[in-house]
């Protein structure tokens, strides 16, 4: 678990979690299944995106950022695209 993202507005974490192929303790592991945890901090909700949706909001994030800075309001601006998908109530525990 890696916090790539923390405003005011959102958080987002990425999560990459190792694959069992079924194939013998020595040999590698090279697959991973994982997304990214996106939370909206005034809504207080999140979603979890994972597969090929998940693709697309890296290859986005990739791209905004490019070989630049982007402002906050840029990065917010893009993640609440994925954000108001959020159906999940954040609880605290």
């Given amino acids: 678990m890696h916090m ?10 990425q999560f990459e979690v190792p694959v ?4 013998s303790e020595d040999a590698p592991q090279c697959l991973s299944r ?4 996106i939370v909206d901090k005034f809504a ?4 979890f995106i994972e597969g ?15 070989d630049r800075e982007p402002s906050e ?7 609440e695209r994925y ?6 109530p954040v609880v605290m525990h």
């Avoid at 309001?73 to 993640?79: K, P, S, Y």
């Avoid at 954000?83 to 999940?88: F, L, R, V």
Wanted: hydrophobic residues 40%; aromatic residues 10%; without cysteine.
């Fill in 83 to 88: 954000a108001n998908m959020g159906q999940q």
């Fill in 4 to 13: 790539l993202y923390n405003s005011p507005s959102y958080i987002v974490v």
């Fill in 52 to 66: 090929a949706m998940a693709q697309q909001f890296q290859e986005g994030v990739e791209a905004l950022i490019g």
């Fill in 20 to 23: 069992d192929t079924g194939v």
């Fill in 34 to 37: 994982g997304g990214f945890e």
């Fill in 73 to 79: 309001d840029e990065l917010d601006d893009f993640i």
């Fill in 44 to 47: 207080r909700r999140e979603i």
